[in-house]
């Protein structure tokens, strides 16, 4: 029998997402994401191999700890799950390839930057930073145009994205604090959208910031409606700005198509 390459990149993508819980949990608080073993966030017993199989162990041992029997956010599973999506739909989207690889990579990091955003309102430097020149690189010479797949993207295209990115996010900061006298934008947004820049060009960073302030407006919205919660309430912009990169990514070229007709 041969698997179908779908239903491999998912359960790769299942695995993969495993070790991101891993990230979500341990980059914020400068643990080591290799060593210790996962553990239960409650009682910190190691969790064993077979207790450990994405999505599947949480099924069978009823969203809780062997162990300590407290319950286990079913986030865990989810992140699992939606990596694991995202990884078919690279697949089924670009076709195996250097590219398939690339942006498996860069959906598992937006992943990763969304949630630790949501959970302590920071997006870590130890993936934007690397991933900046990381992003000009494989932009470069690997990935196609989200907006013309049939076009390389290119160098020019790859830096000019970055530094349409940094720029733009760094000139809101600073109009924010000189004018409105309050930090609009963080620095961790500026280099999220640098690496994306770098990623996926110019066009991408436009098309992200206009998918992520549409939805962030949505959540806004829906939250002061119920019961006002989102007045004077801080709402991280990552996960919108993340949100926003995987519209770009695997819709780019119908949303430019749409527009232009």
């Not at 993508?13 to 409650?42: A, E, K, Q, T, W």
């Not at 017993?45 to 041992?61: F, K």
């Not at 290119?154 to 930090?183: D, N, Q, W």
Request: aromatic share 14%; proline share 7%; charged share 10%.
């Amino acid at each position: 029998m041969t698997i179908p390459l779908p239903i491999l990149a998912l359960i790769f993508g299942l695995f993969i997402g495993s070790f991101l819980n891993v990230c979500i949990f341990r980059m914020p608080r400068n643990i080591s994401v290799v060593m210790p073993s996962s553990r239960c966030p409650h009682c910190s017993t190691p969790i064993r191999a077979w207790d450990n199989i994405p999505v599947l162990s949480y099924i069978i041992l009823g969203g809780r700890c062997r162990y300590c029997r407290k319950k286990i956010s079913p986030r865990y599973p989810l992140i699992e799950l939606a990596n694991g999506l995202l990884y078919a739909a690279s697949l089924w989207r670009f076709g195996w390839g250097w590219s398939f690889v690339v942006y498996c990579l860069l959906c598992s990091a937006l992943l990763v930057i969304a949630f630790i955003d949501i959970d302590f309102q920071i997006i870590p430097d130890r993936i934007t930073l690397p991933g900046i020149p990381l992003g000009l690189v494989l932009g470069a010479f690997l990935l196609p145009d989200p907006f013309m797949r049939a076009e390389p993207l290119g160098y020019a295209s790859s830096f000019i994205g970055a530094a349409v990115g940094f720029l733009f996010y760094y000139g809101v900061a600073y109009l924010s604090l000189r004018i409105l006298k309050k930090e609009g934008m963080g620095g961790g947004d500026i280099k999220l959208m640098a690496m994306v820049g770098g990623f996926l060009g110019w066009k991408a960073v436009l098309l992200t910031t206009f998918a992520g302030s549409v939805s962030g407006s949505v959540v806004g919205i829906l939250m002061m409606l119920r019961k006002g919660q989102g007045r004077g309430m801080l709402i991280p912009f990552g996960p919108f700005l993340a949100l926003g990169a995987l519209v770009t990514i695997f819709f780019g070229q119908e949303i430019l198509l749409w527009y232009l007709h």
